[in-house]
């Protein structure tokens, strides 16, 4: 990724939101460097270097600045094919892919060779990727002793570092201070997690339409899973990550006044927040750059430029809620899925009313026959077809996570009976945030458009690439919040 530093410098001085996270300016005079929006004043231009990552301005030397904290900054969208491949290792770090495994596992998992990876990774964010991972988790540790009143070993260990002497000397050296001393420094520590929770931010690039976003979670909402309350939402959730599992419960809602989504989160996902925070991120569609992609859709996005294509927590729950809307209406779907997490997910203490079930993993439902499922009211064919589904994430041959392979894991849905190109096309942009994912078959798609052959869909689609998923919510939008779709 090359930047042009005249235009970035231009940016900086105009604190432009709309270039928050694609580029970092590191000041050589300090040896800080800073998001593009930070409020300092701003240093002459010949004292500025500009990097595409946190990481590579850490890797020149450069410590965050503890004003306007570079790992808070949004993330970038996955576009072209090199890009996708570096963002989705990237994600895979930020949720911890290389604290217990290789680059060469991470590499396979994603459908490449290591020796690639390394490639497109350092051409997008200029550095290899474990240096990324290693400022990932140095970012994420300066997080929770900002926002938290967490010890240094709960930290140490919840950033994926092996010990609290490892964690302390690599602080020091990298950030020129101890721990306690910014903790002390910054005189801003949450309190001990007194309500059993901890509390985060994360920003976005305004304009960033969260009515819509809520409205469209909270019509889909499973129940006992998830739900949509005074604008806050809420739900459920189980990681694996170094062989454990953890559980617990997230509630995001806007802050007032700033570009950024308040995010509560239950003590039990300690040793989870980074993953837990990576998937937040994915579900809001944080990366999103709107102006860019508004640029793209043209009048279509005109009347809402700030609406977000939502993504999944579970590549598995979206795929199931998918299938469980074939040919019926939003409020029957949702009534089925409820059903499915009653009969086959497990029970979770939450503080929350409407929160108290985690959705069944892929393994489980694979364990049952057709006669279970279709038990609860779910037709015969479509209960096997999630059986179907479930073996195949169940038995690694099928993968529904942000930065899988398109073609392939499209080409796997469609082998599995049940499963047409509307619902692997919906998986796909949802369970796979696959920005360009187009259900072109879609009754509410044909309606928006006055177009009654799918073909025609289609044909018209092919100018909003690479953005056709967020056409399709423009489209869905235009039709009153998608009451005239079914299979959503």
């Known amino acids: 990724m090359t930047l042009d530093a005249d235009a970035c410098y231009r940016a900086f001085r105009a604190r432009d939101e709309r270039f928050d996270g694609r580029f970092f300016v590191a ?143 690599l602080f020091q050296a990298r950030y020129r201070l101890s721990p306690v001393a910014l903790r002390a420094r910054l005189q801003r520590a949450a309190p001990e997690l007194a309500t059993d929770a901890m509390a985060f931010q994360l920003a976005f690039r305004p304009p960033y339409d969260w009515t819509a976003l809520a409205q469209f979670l909270g019509s889909r909402a499973i129940e006992g899973v998830e739900e949509v309350a005074g604008g806050v939402y809420r739900r459920a959730i189980r990681i ?14 806007p802050v007032d006044g700033k570009a950024a989504l308040r995010v509560l989160m239950s003590s039990s996902l300690l040793h989870a927040v980074a993953p837990a925070l990576a998937r937040v991120k994915t579900v809001m569609d944080l990366a999103a750059d709107p102006h860019e992609i508004a640029a793209t859709l043209g009048p279509i996005a005109a009347r809402r430029p700030g609406l977000r294509v939502p993504g999944a927590f579970d590549g598995f729950e979206v795929a199931v809620r998918a299938i469980l809307g074939q040919q019926i209406s939003v409020r029957a779907a949702r009534t ?36 279970r499922i279709a038990a609860i009211g779910i037709i015969g064919s479509r209960a096997q077809t999630i059986l179907e589904l479930a073996r195949a994430i169940a038995c690694g041959e099928l993968s529904l996570v942000p930065g899988a392979d398109v073609p392939s894991t499209l080409q796997r849905l469609r082998a599995i009976r049940g499963i047409g190109e509307w619902t692997a096309q919906y998986i796909a942009m949802r369970a796979m945030a696959w920005p360009d994912a187009f259900p072109y078959g879609d009754l509410g798609l044909r309606k928006a458009l006055r177009e009654p052959d799918p073909k025609g869909v289609l044909r018209a689609g092919e100018a909003w690439r690479p953005w056709r998923a967020y056409a399709a919510m423009h489209l869905w939008q235009s039709l009153s919040l998608a009451a005239g779709a079914m299979h959503l």
């Open 27 to 169: 000041v050589r005079s300090t040896r800080v460097y800073c998001r593009p929006i930070c409020a300092v004043k701003a240093p002459k231009r010949e004292n500025c270097t500009f990097f595409v990552s946190a990481a590579a301005a850490e890797a020149c030397g450069f410590r965050p600045c503890l004003r306007c904290r570079p790992e808070l900054a949004p993330g970038n969208a996955i576009v072209d094919a090199r890009s996708r491949l570096a963002c989705a290792a990237a994600a895979a770090i930020e949720e911890g892919a290389l604290d217990n495994a290789t680059l060469a596992e991470l590499a396979a998992g994603l459908g490449t060779t290591d020796r690639h990876l390394r490639r497109a990774f350092r051409a997008q964010f200029g550095v290899a990727p474990v240096a990324y991972a290693q400022t990932q988790r140095l970012l994420l540790a300066k997080r929770l002793l900002t926002d938290t009143g967490l010890t240094a070993t709960q930290i140490a260990f919840a950033s994926g570092f092996g010990s609290l002497r490892r964690f302390n000397a």
């Open 240 to 253: 694996e990550r170094g062989g454990a599992t953890h559980v617990g419960w997230i509630a995001v809602e």
């Open 336 to 371: 089925l899925a409820g059903r499915f997490a009653a009969a086959f997910g497990s029970s979770l203490d939450t503080p929350f009313a409407g929160v108290s079930r985690l959705f069944p993993r892929a393994a489980a439902v694979a364990a049952l026959d057709v006669g």
